[in-house]
């Protein structure tokens, strides 16, 4: 009997129980089920995070750690026989390649981006490079000079620094023991500025960039190609591997001195101009200035382009258009128009 008492009371609160949840409101019903959950919206703003842009350099169009403020530095740099394999031509951003005398030809090394510690074989200086030099807003680091050309410079054609004046100084000019003057003179590129200060020369600069696209080029297919300077030939092959032309002189690879390591390019830009010899010994005046036919080589492709002079640069154009150049390092091949890029030979 006890337990039927004890059974009749539990019932009945279960019932009462059951009664008042039935008496709830449904909305408030609804309220006491849910559990609140954060939202979006219910959450702070959070500020966006901002991506710093790229810093590339401005004649390479290659990522480097803060802008520069260096100022550029071109180096003439002797091309004779004798004077190969040179030593860091690959650090410099861009690099003309000419004829002076005869069928030889000198470079001038546009050094900005990357700084060696030296550069060399160093020779004497040309009214046309050290035009371009200043041109490119660069000082001009050469060895020697006729009469006429040292005035000219020091007159204010372009920042010069002579090694005629600093020779075997050890600090801007060294005379190495494994090969024999013209062809043993190095420049230190603390030595460089150094003296640059001493002559009262800006050493900060900053440049305004070429233009550079990463993007796929037109063209046809470009991947082994010779020309010549007279007797002396120039070959570049496109290494797929490595996305790049490496150069040859003569047959012998362009590499460096030290470590034999190849000189590898993005641009090659072979253009065609007026050349006259003025004098018996065979020095030259070349037209940089009027513009002309050109070849230019990237991603193993030939485009027929024009060339400029825009603001002093030497520029790749289509109908007025600038063509951009593809990141890296490039270099300039300045052949008379005889025969011109006519001459150009492309081996399948």
């Not at 993005?266 to 010994?281: G, K, M, P, R």
């Amino acid at each position: 009997m006890k337990w039927k008492i004890f059974f009749v009371i539990i019932l009945s609160i279960f019932l009462v129980a059951c009664s008042d949840k039935e008496n709830v409101p449904e909305g408030e019903r609804q309220e006491e089920a849910k559990t609140p959950v954060a939202t979006a919206a219910d959450e702070p703003d959070k500020p966006e995070e901002k991506t710093e842009p790229e810093i590339t350099a401005p004649f390479t169009g290659l990522p480097v750690e803060e802008e520069l403020t260096n100022r550029m530095v071109a180096v003439m740099v002797n091309n004779h026989p004798s004077a190969r394999p040179q030593t860091s031509l690959s650090k410099a951003d861009i690099v003309f390649e000419i004829l002076a005398e005869g069928n030889i030809t000198r470079f001038m090394a546009l050094y900005h981006s990357e700084i060696p510690d030296k550069v060399g074989p160093v020779r004497s200086a040309r009214p046309y490079y050290f035009n371009l030099a200043d041109d490119y807003g660069a000082m001009y680091v050469y060895h020697g000079a006729i009469y006429f050309i040292e005035d000219m410079i020091k007159t204010g054609a372009a920042d010069g620094l002579n090694g005629m004046y600093y020779d075997n100084d050890k600090v801007l000019f060294e005379r190495s023991s494994d090969r024999v003057a013209p062809h043993n003179s190095y420049a230190y590129f603390d030595g460089i500025y150094q003296r640059a200060e001493e002559n009262g020369y800006e050493t900060e600069q900053t440049y305004e960039s070429l233009l550079f696209s990463d993007e796929e080029v037109d063209g046809n297919k470009a991947e082994d190609i010779q020309f010549s300077y007279g007797n002396y030939t120039v070959r570049y092959v496109y290494d797929e591997n490595a996305d790049q032309y490496v150069r040859y002189s003569d047959g012998e690879q362009t590499v460096e001195y030290s470590e034999n390591t190849p000189i590898e390019i993005s641009n090659v830009l072979i253009l065609e101009t007026a050349h006259q010899v003025v004098d018996d010994v065979g020095r030259r005046e070349i037209d940089m200035e009027s513009g002309g036919d050109a070849l230019l080589l990237q991603k193993g492709k030939v485009q027929n382009v024009q060339w400029e002079r825009i603001d002093g640069r030497i520029i790749p154009t289509i109908d007025g258009e600038v063509v951009p150049l593809v990141p890296g390092k490039t270099w300039v091949n300045v052949i008379p128009e005889n025969p011109g890029i006519e001459g150009v030979i492309f081996t399948e």
